[in-house]
């Protein structure tokens, strides 16, 4: 008998990585993406895996970044997106950054190629029709607007909504290198063992002063159906960090630590800004940390009072856009299914979490999860010291425990049970106070992905019986 294929709505990371979970356990799967018939406000292609913000999947550290760790994870779990990203990286230090087109265009070949994925290009405009009875929702936070409503609708739910922004890119021979200088933040090598991955352009006072008063009075865009619409920390535009005070870009995004000026070596920056490479060739690089919803021609005049960035040319400017969650802990069961239809799953920023990263992560684990479903077996996700099933349980309700509302979350280890902190090494030596933290992270780490590769073991067990 034929199969009835699974489908998944929406070809973001989530989505594409669903599909591709679905289509390694032999299970067929449809993939709805509805660009280039319908576009975003957002995307610029119709790849597969676009990357809409910034080209940087974080750090990957896996033993003292949690970030690093679901890396890891996904990989052991044969992920299409981490292995995409490790094929088409560029420098970043300590951090995994994509070639971004490289990378959408290594996703879209290899979904296209699998035999048992088909690719349809439609929107997908209100609820799934009926007969399909296993569905994946990864529409991520550009839904379209008939399927968000149809969704609320069904749920009872008003919207949640977030702003989300994005960085502008710079033509890298635009910038002014006898005032920059290339270096990691203390030298850190990458996956790539890139050590100077970073453009860094110092400010001293003055400069960092008039660069604030520029922010603070540079005409914003204005969007007055979001008007009462939170933004997530994570993605805060920059002018939003500078009214919180003077000093949080010091603070955030430009602090000044763990640089070197190449051009001044005796002289601190007050604050430095960072460029990190966007494309393979190195010709594009984003500004880090400067999302943005200033104006167009504000953001050219005064991103140019940056030094180095005087006559900066701009391959893309900043930008704005809503991000759309669902309140995952009330709506979805422990399998990610929704409680008012069990037919629909939800992957991806949809439901709660934030970041590439964990966007696919969701979509591998809804992947996994609905193939052994039509399969006949049962899959549990994996445990909570886990990346993988930490991220789970936030989204179905973990984090309600000490009460609060629900928000948007990064992988983070406050997410996984805690460990005691270690006093000394295995070897009996004494570990340094300031040491600790960093040694606990490494063994909740370990810990994580000794359980991983048991949960792993298990799910191949009972796929061979």
Not at 279 to 297: D, R
Not at 336 to 364: C, H, M, N, P
Request: aromatic share 6%.
């Amino acid at each position: 008998m034929t199969m009835k294929p699974i489908h998944v709505i929406g070809g973001g990371l989530a989505g594409s990585e669903a599909a591709w979970q679905i289509a390694q356990a032999g299970v067929p799967v449809v993939l709805h993406e509805m660009r280039p018939v319908r576009k975003t406000d957002a995307h610029q292609t119709d790849g597969l895996a676009e990357l809409v913000c910034s080209n940087s999947f974080r750090s990957d550290d896996w033993e003292h970044n949690a970030v690093g760790l679901l890396h890891a994870e996904m990989r052991a779990c044969d992920s299409i997106i981490m292995a995409c990203g490790d094929a088409h990286q560029v420098p970043a230090g300590g951090a995994l950054a994509v070639d971004r087109d490289g990378f959408s265009a290594a996703v879209t070949a290899k979904l296209e190629a699998h035999p048992l994925v088909t690719i349809e290009r439609e929107e997908i405009a209100g609820l799934p029709p009926a007969e399909w009875d296993s569905v994946i929702v990864a529409t991520g936070p550009l839904t379209s607007p008939a399927l968000a409503e149809a969704i609320l609708d069904l749920t009872g739910e008003g919207q949640l909504s977030f702003f989300d922004a994005i960085a502008p890119i710079i033509h890298v021979e635009s910038v002014d290198m006898s005032k920059a200088w290339k270096q990691s933040r203390y030298d850190k090598e990458g996956p790539g063992g890139e050590a100077a991955a970073y453009i860094n352009c110092p400010m001293d006072k003055e400069q960092y002063e008039a660069f604030i008063d520029a922010l603070l009075e540079g005409p914003k865009s204005e969007f007055k159906e979001w008007e009462n619409v939170p933004y997530f920390d994570g993605c805060l535009p920059i002018e939003v960090m500078a009214e919180r005070g003077r000093e949080t870009l010091r603070h955030g995004p430009m602090k000044p630590v763990g640089l070197t000026n190449a051009h001044n070596p005796t002289v601190k920056a007050y604050a430095i800004v960072q460029l990190r490479q966007d494309n393979a060739l190195g010709t594009l690089w984003n500004m880090v940390g400067f999302q943005t919803k200033l104006k167009y021609g504000a953001q050219s005049d005064i991103f140019r009072m940056i030094p180095g960035l005087e006559n900066a040319q701009f391959a893309r400017l900043g930008g704005l856009h809503r991000n759309t969650f669902l309140n995952s802990p009330r709506l979805l069961d422990g399998q990610l299914r929704l409680k008012a239809d069990a037919r629909l799953r939800f992957a991806g920023q949809v439901t709660g979490v934030e970041g590439y990263v964990e966007s696919a992560a969701i979509g591998l684990m809804t992947g996994r999860l609905a193939a052994a479903e039509r399969l006949g077996r049962e899959l549990t996700p994996p445990p909570p010291t886990t990346a993988l099933g930490a991220l789970v349980a936030h989204i179905t309700g973990g984090h309600l425990e000490g009460g609060g509302s629900f928000q948007p979350m990064n992988i983070n280890y406050g997410l996984l049970p805690p460990m005691d902190t270690p006093k000394k090494t295995e070897a009996g030596d004494k570990i340094p106070l300031k040491e600790r933290g960093r040694a606990k992270k490494r063994l909740m780490s370990i810990r994580a992905m000794d359980d991983l590769r048991g949960w792993l073991g298990a799910e191949a067990r009972a796929a061979a019986e």
